[in-house]
């Protein structure tokens, strides 16, 4: 083999990279930017700095899945002007061409974006080539400077009032909620203080159920309540969102179609170590949001997307099985890609512990709490019943309990361990079903 196709064999294969998570071909990457569903592409644009391993010049990258699994990196989208460095926002597609920015009938697709230069501003771009190429809009920018450091508009379009709502970042814990008739002109309808929280905010209609309104902060933080195109009224509290240590400035897609009417959320798994590899950061695995009325109230719960099944191979199953101390049916697995499940009456135990790669993730009967890479969120049993779905990934591990909780972290594991353990503890569980799909890569399984 010829050393440039040595190279590409290796490319997105190595030691650290991780392998259905999304991580830029090269250099540094932060938030996501921009979801959104056209033309049977989902985009996800991404805080990148083309030039360097570390957080610097930030311009727009670009990638495109038809699965939301397998992602194609494209030209870098915008790159900073005199205006500043292009800061987080979000995209949609401009059906009724409300902009103008169309020409013979092409919808165009529009982003709105942080100007971050002296003072950060919000600006537009638009394309009319299905996100290739954009083009500034030549009278940014279209909101000026109003607080601090102001950034991160995430637009959505609210049909009943014919408008476009906007949620921004102004400074402090406060935010605000803006309209406009053309994403142009824009008139402040709100402001709102989350303690806690900060950037990146969202706003979305749950299609589903309760149809209520989410406002969600970087940290995953929410309040859920009712939105009549005027004014948010909270219905909540600060609600907490993902408990681990790296799952930040969330941002679910717009234009999901309506006869998909799922909520898909991607973050920035925001931390980890990549030592000697040319990337750096990577994206959280995306994740579909639905609305639930719980004995506590209304809550967020997040499950991985279905398109996740097209990464498996060949699955190992157990049903009705003792799991007594000491017992590990899952001895005989070795590798670094997962997606596990299991459904345990917990029985005599007082924890149940896997361990992925020497990671821990433990639940913990008596303080009925989950804990995975240090991090603990309290999880109650259904009755006895304990459900936990795992991905794991060559440098990332997502521990669902239930769809109530999740903790998302990286993790560096040793190169040569490749076990996976479950476990009781002091007396025996049941394992309901124990399902394990070992996962091909996304990157050479198109
Ligand atoms: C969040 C954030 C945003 C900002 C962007 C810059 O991680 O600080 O507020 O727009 O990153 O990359």
Known sequence: MDED?????????????????????????????????????????????????????????????????????LETALTPDAL????????????DNTTGFGQSGEKPFVAMYTAAGKPFTQCLAFSLDRGRTWTKYDRNPVLPHIAGENRDPKVVWHAASRRWVMALYLDGSDFALFNSPDMKTWTRLQTLTLPGCDECPDFFEMPVSEHKWVFTAANDRYLI?????????????????????NFYAVQTYSD??????????????????????????????????????TPDGLRLHRQPVREIAGLYGEVKEWHDLTLAPGDNPLRALSGDLWDVSAEVEVGAATALRFQVRGAEVLYDVKAQALTALGRTAPLKLDGQRLTLRLLVDRTSLEVFGGGQVSLTGCFLPPPDDKALVVCAESGSAKIVSLTVHPLRSAWRSE
Request: proline fraction near 6%; charged fraction near 20%; aromatic fraction near 14%.
């Open 5 to 73: 196709k040595a190279a590409k064999a290796d490319e997105y294969n190595e030691t650290h990279r991780p392998q259905f998570h999304f991580t830029s071909r090269k250099n540094w990457l932060n938030d996501p930017n921009g979801l959104v569903f056209f033309e049977g592409e989902y985009h996800l644009f991404f805080q990148h700095n083309p030039d360097g391993r570390e957080f610097g010049l930030m311009a727009w990258g670009h990638a495109v899945s038809r699965d939301l699994v397998h992602w194609r990196q």
């Open 84 to 95: 500043g460095l292009i800061y987080s926002g979000s995209a949609v597609v401009d059906w």
């Open 225 to 245: 309540g009712a939105f009549d195109g005027h004014t948010f009224t909270p219905e909540t509290g600060v609600l907490p969102g993902d408990h681990g240590a």
């Open 256 to 293: 999901i179609p309506r006869a998909d009417g799922r909520r898909i959320q991607i973050a920035w798994m925001r931390g980890g170590d990549y030592p000697r590899m040319p990337f750096n950061q990577q994206m959280s695995f995306p994740c579909e949001l639905t609305l639930h009325r």
